[in-house]
């Protein structure tokens, strides 16, 4: 079984141009293909993860990967499944974003060697003639096309600047020009971004005669059809100081019973005939299974020296003594209490494992909080001093997120 029927039967495989060429060319390792990546923050996040697995398959059977960081593109924005334009970010916020990105990709691809390419699209774009793009690539690009795109289409009852219109015509010249640069004959994309990489091979096509491909691969939605990745206190982040491994372990440890088989095919390497046979499995079974794939995308991630820690720290949590060690915890100092006191809902917003306090009150009546294991039912409820026996308290939020607070003189 190639490269190419591994991913059909794992179900990333959304949509492509023409694709026995492209099994053609992944399954020979003859591809040389591109992901980009627009650096809006300073960490990657789970957003951005099945694109790092699906380099690191190609990778692995031959095929030569290339990061294109949007250098230039992130000045503009991309408006795809956004309805409202994004946050203007520096050019000093994009670099620093873009350092930030090559240290956490060089975990999934390996560019040593000229094994693989980091590029930033800053090296061509910003150096372009408005007038000489209008020429040469403006030409090639029907209005009336680029309005029917759904990335457009989504904005137009909103307001689509002219600003983010443009943002077709630069993904499709990044396209061009590293076939030009590079031989990159085919590009991977999310799903929501066919109509910007179709742009990019019609324009390899009309300016150079030539064939290029592209390969859309599936969203990873939950089975509300929801993007996953995101949580009550935000995205789930790949840098461990945004996001500790420890919570993002507990994040694949919580899926939905009916996403845990999808996110195995989908993110991890475990081979798909073992996966296949866990799609029988119910119960307590399919507790192991997110176990396993917690585990494999922890490791993924942080190595698994912090895998195998976050994954004693889970179990020690459900078994009758808890291990505090490798729970995630913040720390609070004399000054937060008011005469050695602070009240449960404020602390729970101090230490943000509530979004408001209106979430904490509303927890709290519902019985879903605990402070070292017992059951806080009153709003008025207050933490002393006293509390903090051995110089920390350990508070649980319904029944699967436990956290550790230090008290710091």
């Not at 179900?11 to 650096?39: C, H, M, W």
């Not at 499944?81 to 994009?94: A, F, S, V």
């Not at 309005?147 to 630069?170: D, H, P, V, W």
């Not at 209106?358 to 509390?387: F, H, M, P």
Request: net charge negative; charged share 30%; aromatic share 8%.
């Amino acid at each position: 079984m190639g490269v190419y029927e591994d991913l059909q039967r794992r179900g990333l495989i959304a949509q492509t141009t023409d694709e026995q060429q492209i099994r053609e060319l992944v399954n020979s390792g003859k591809a040389v293909f591109y992901i980009g990546f627009d650096p809006t923050a300073d960490s990657l996040h789970v957003g951005h993860f099945m694109a790092l697995c699906l380099m690191k398959r190609l990778q692995m059977a031959g095929n030569k990967p290339i990061a294109l960081l949007g250098g230039g593109t992130g000045l503009i924005g991309d408006p795809t499944g956004k309805t409202d334009m994004r946050q203007m970010l520096t050019k000093e916020d994009i670099e620093h974003n873009c350092q930030c990105f090559k240290k956490q990709m060089s975990r999934f691809i390996d560019f040593s060697d000229d094994k693989a390419l980091l590029v930033n699209n800053a090296d061509w774009l910003l150096d372009l003639n408005y007038v000489e793009l209008l020429r040469e690539v403006g030409a090639c690009f029907s209005v009336n096309r680029m309005l029917t795109a759904e990335c457009y289409k989504q904005r137009m009852e909103r307001g689509l600047s002219f600003l983010e219109f443009n943002y077709m015509i630069m993904q499709s010249y990044d396209f061009y020009s590293l076939f030009k640069r590079y031989g990159c004959n085919l590009q991977f994309g999310g799903d929501d971004q066919w109509s910007n990489m179709l742009g990019g091979t019609e324009l390899i096509r009309r300016k150079l005669g030539k064939d290029s491909h592209a390969m859309t691969i599936t969203l990873l939605l939950n089975s509300e059809g929801k993007k996953m990745g995101k949580t009550e206190k935000g995205a789930v982040w790949l840098d461990p100081e945004k996001t500790s491994p420890f919570d993002f372990f507990q994040y694949w440890r919580n899926v939905a019973d009916s996403d845990v088989i999808k996110c195995l095919k989908m993110l991890t390497f475990v081979p798909i005939e073992e996966i296949e046979a866990m799609e029988k499995w119910e119960g307590s079974e399919l507790n192991k299974a997110k176990e396993i794939l917690a585990f494999e995308l922890t490791k993924l991630v942080h190595g698994e020296e912090e895998a195998t820690k976050a994954l004693e720290g889970a179990r020690a949590l459900f078994s009758s003594k808890a291990d505090t060690d490798n729970m995630p915890q913040s720390e609070i100092t004399d000054a937060d209490l008011t005469d050695g006191r602070i009240g449960l809902i404020d602390l729970l917003s101090l230490i943000k494992l509530v979004p408001s306090k209106a979430e904490a009150r509303r927890l709290i009546q519902q019985g879903g909080i605990s402070v070292n294991d017992e059951k806080k039912t009153d709003v008025k409820t207050e933490i002393s001093t006293d509390d903090f026996k051995d110089g920390f308290i350990v508070i649980k939020k319904g029944k699967k997120v436990f956290h550790k607070v230090k008290l710091k003189g």
